[in-house]
């Protein structure tokens, strides 16, 4: 699986790109935004979102991108064959742990040497659901969610009042020692994460109470989230810093939004246009008039010519939703059914066959897509009386 591929990014793409392309990828196959679609849309959604997950998960992380740009896989390279052989286990720490040693030496010790590393916080996702009118036209709203933040008793030490550490005794405070090593190949200096301060130089005497010694807790947090008019279902706001906290100085995770938009019984949006279906009596399809045509803030007056036929749509200029981020709206998309009556009574039935009558007496003329097709079954019979002569 090419991950570069999956973000649509290339392998020398800095942090910042990947996180960016991540989140316009996870954003266009966000599950939310194939809410109303077909299952095998649906499935094809979930299944490109997960590989979007797992190349962000692999290309975030320092180690796992180095072993994935190295080996081809972000668990790094495989020693061990399933025959054995020049590769296989060696207790007495042969091969294994002279290899072991090489390429730990390339990434600065291994597992352990992210300990030392600043990472960033992870971000944290929050469904806002919302009315029609509300995306519409906008609104305000608080919200209250749990993120990891950095313990204010110790000021992220984890230590009890943030002073009670001392200078790890085994690297000196420097999170890291050097090792010599013997090999076949020859003596290969290998620089290490500290084991005994995993990295941050310092070794706590007295634990803070209130985070266990982590240095980071979880609490509520609650922020005033301004939706702007024009928004859609699935799309996402970011708001920076509002995330999980970072470790060893990282920065803050970002607070996404994604929007949940319930539909109207009335409209419904593509884009920023609006579509409503508006059924009409069969007089005023025939006669023409004037019908009342709702709208998101109050309804409006439209003309229907004579003659309109079932399936015929009009458009009110500037009657959608506000365009998001300017000062510009959709249309509305009036499409008419005509409405057949049924269950005549016998007065009605008269009236009707008089009028058909009276229709019919000054020609076809005023039935064009009936003369039209019958005159195409005339031809029709036409060239099949031919073909059997």
């Known amino acids: 699986m090419d991950y570069y591929s999956i973000l649509g990014i290339s392998k020398d793409a800095s942090d910042t790109e990947i996180k960016n392309a991540y989140r316009q990828m996870a954003k266009k196959y966000h599950p939310d935004r194939f809410a109303t679609k077909s299952d095998a849309e649906k499935k094809e959604a979930e299944e490109k979102?997960?590989?979007?997950?797992?190349?962000?998960?692999?290309?975030?992380?320092?180690?796992?991108?180095?072993?994935?740009?190295?080996?081809?896989?972000?668990?790094?390279?495989?020693?061990?064959?399933?025959?054995?052989?020049?590769?296989?286990?060696?207790?007495?720490?042969?091969?294994?742990?002279?290899f072991s040693t090489i390429f730990s030496s390339f990434t600065g010790g291994g597992r352990n040497s992210r300990a030392s590393m600043a990472q960033d916080g992870e971000d944290v996702?929050?469904?806002?659901?919302?009315?029609?009118?509300?995306?519409?036209?906008?609104?305000?709203?608080?919200?209250?969610?749990?993120?990891?933040?950095?313990?204010?008793?110790?000021?992220?030490?984890?230590?009890?009042?943030?002073?009670?550490?001392?200078?790890?005794?085994?690297?000196?405070?420097?999170?890291?020692?050097?090792?010599?090593?013997?090999?076949?190949?020859?003596?290969?200096?290998?620089?290490?994460?500290?084991?005994?301060?995993?990295?941050?130089?310092?070794?706590?005497?007295?634990?803070?109470?209130s985070c266990n010694g982590v240095g980071r807790k979880r609490t509520k947090r609650s922020v005033n989230i301004k939706v702007p008019a024009g928004i859609n279902n699935g799309?996402?706001?970011?708001?920076?810093?509002?995330?999980?906290?970072?470790?060893?100085?990282?920065?803050?995770?970002?607070?996404?939004?994604?929007?949940?938009?319930?539909?109207?019984?009335?409209?419904?949006?593509?884009?920023?246009?609006?579509?409503?279906?508006?059924?009409?009596?069969?007089?005023?399809?025939?006669?023409?008039?004037?019908?009342?045509?709702?709208t998101l803030t109050t309804p409006v007056a439209y003309s229907i010519p004579e003659g309109t036929q079932t399936g015929t749509t009009f458009r009110i200029k500037g009657k959608g939703v506000k365009v998001l981020k300017k000062e510009a709206y959709g249309d509305l998309y009036v499409t008419v059914t005509v409405e057949t009556p049924k269950g005549l009574n016998r007065r009605q039935r008269e009236l009707l066959e008089t009028f058909d009558k009276e229709i019919l007496s000054a020609g076809d003329k005023q039935y064009a897509k009936r003369k039209a097709y019958d005159d195409k079954l005339k031809k029709r019979s036409r060239e099949d009386k031919f073909e059997r002569s």
């Not at 230590?159 to 000196?172: F, L």
Request: glycine share 14%; net charge negative.
């Open 235 to 294: 799309q996402m706001m970011t708001y920076y810093n509002e995330g999980n906290a970072g470790k060893n100085g990282g920065r803050k995770g970002s607070l996404i939004i994604i929007f949940n938009v319930k539909s109207h019984e009335l409209f419904r949006r593509e884009g920023d246009d609006l579509y409503i279906d508006i059924p009409i009596k069969f007089s005023e399809a025939t006669l023409g008039a004037k019908i009342e045509v709702p």
């Open 49 to 98: 979102f997960k590989q979007i997950n797992e190349a962000y998960s692999v290309l975030s992380d320092p180690e796992k991108k180095s072993n994935y740009d190295t080996y081809g896989s972000a668990d790094g390279p495989s020693m061990n064959g399933a025959g054995g052989g020049f590769w296989g286990g060696n207790a007495g720490g042969g091969f294994d742990d002279i």
């Open 125 to 209: 996702e929050y469904t806002m659901h919302l009315t029609f009118e509300e995306a519409a036209f906008g609104t305000e709203k608080e919200i209250s969610f749990t993120r990891v933040e950095e313990c204010p008793d110790c000021k992220g030490t984890g230590a009890r009042n943030g002073t009670a550490y001392k200078t790890c005794s085994k690297c000196g405070g420097a999170g890291t020692y050097t090792s010599v090593q013997n090999t076949p190949f020859g003596q290969i200096r290998n620089s290490r994460v500290c084991d005994a301060c995993r990295g941050s130089g310092r070794v706590i005497v007295d634990r803070c109470t």
